[in-house]
């Protein structure tokens, strides 16, 4: 996502994934979302899963389904929020979960069916 965040702490396991993320706090994205209290878009995040769980499957995807996404908490560019993926393969593609937390605190979640694009 051009520069927009960097990867940190990267813990590979059998179907699952697990980051620190860093966001580029002078990244244009966060001049318009939103000028004077910067957030990160809801849609990066979801973005984000996507662009981890293709690198770690090596294969383009594109989001089917999204049974369940839950935008708990603000993620502000100075928060580094840890990164869980998990997932199951099935005959059309992969059943996935993904947590953003911070210190313990659930900041987005979102449960989907990605398949191959």
């Given at each position: 996502m051009n520069n927009f965040y960097t990867i940190k702490d990267e813990q590979r396991g059998e179907n699952s994934f697990s980051c620190k993320v860093s966001f580029d706090a002078s990244h244009?994205?966060?001049?318009?979302?939103?000028?004077d209290q910067p957030v990160v878009p809801g849609v990066c995040m979801?973005?984000?899963?996507?662009?981890?769980?293709?690198?770690?499957?090596?294969?383009?995807?594109?989001?089917?389904?999204?049974?369940?996404?839950?935008?708990?908490?603000l993620?502000?560019?100075?928060?580094?929020?840890?990164?869980?993926?998990?997932?199951?393969?099935?005959?059309?593609?992969?059943?996935v979960n993904a947590f953003f937390n911070n210190n313990a605190v659930v900041l987005f979640k979102l449960t989907g069916h990605y398949e191959l694009n």
């Open positions: 244009d994205i966060f001049k318009g979302h939103f000028p979801m973005e984000i899963v996507k662009e981890l769980l293709q690198k770690q499957i090596g294969k383009k995807l594109w989001l089917r389904n999204a049974g369940n996404v839950k935008f708990l908490q993620i502000t560019p100075d928060v580094e929020p840890v990164i869980n993926i998990s997932w199951n393969e099935g005959d059309n593609g992969y059943n």
